[in-house]
């Protein structure tokens, strides 16, 4: 079993930046591939990030290629998303997700955070 909470969520002005944080909890950690996915009002959750358990591959969604990067630190069982030029679109509820298995697909990762909300203000 794997427990994680999301923090760093907020109101953002068009422009800015956040840093989110997954803090996970239960065996092996570092053996779960990290991902997060996000959901707006009225749509489908949708892939945003993933990470390898060793942090050697990353995937992105192209909305968010080149604004937000993915990391984790295994020694402190955390894995990050930092946004920067943040876009009225980006917000949503905000979600970590743990699996051993790596990829795009919300179907692939078996344990969630709760979600933190982020807004971003036009």
């Known amino acids: 079993q794997v427990y994680l909470a999301e923090t760093g969520g907020g109101l953002v002005q068009a422009g800015g930046s956040l840093r989110l944080s997954c803090a996970a909890s239960?065996?092996?950690?570092?053996?779960?591939?990290m991902a997060w996915f996000r959901q707006a009002p009225g749509k489908e959750r949708e892939f945003i990030a993933a990470i390898s358990w060793s942090g050697g591959t990353t995937l992105y969604a192209d909305s968010v290629k080149g604004r937000f990067t993915i990391s984790r630190d295994n020694a402190e069982n955390t894995a990050y998303l930092q946004m920067n030029s943040l876009k009225f679109e980006d917000t949503a509820v905000y979600y970590c997700a743990a699996d051993d298995r790596f990829g795009r697909s919300q179907w692939e990762y078996t344990w969630w955070g709760q979600g933190t909300q982020v807004t971003v203000s036009p």
């Open positions: 239960g065996p092996s950690f570092s053996y779960y591939a």
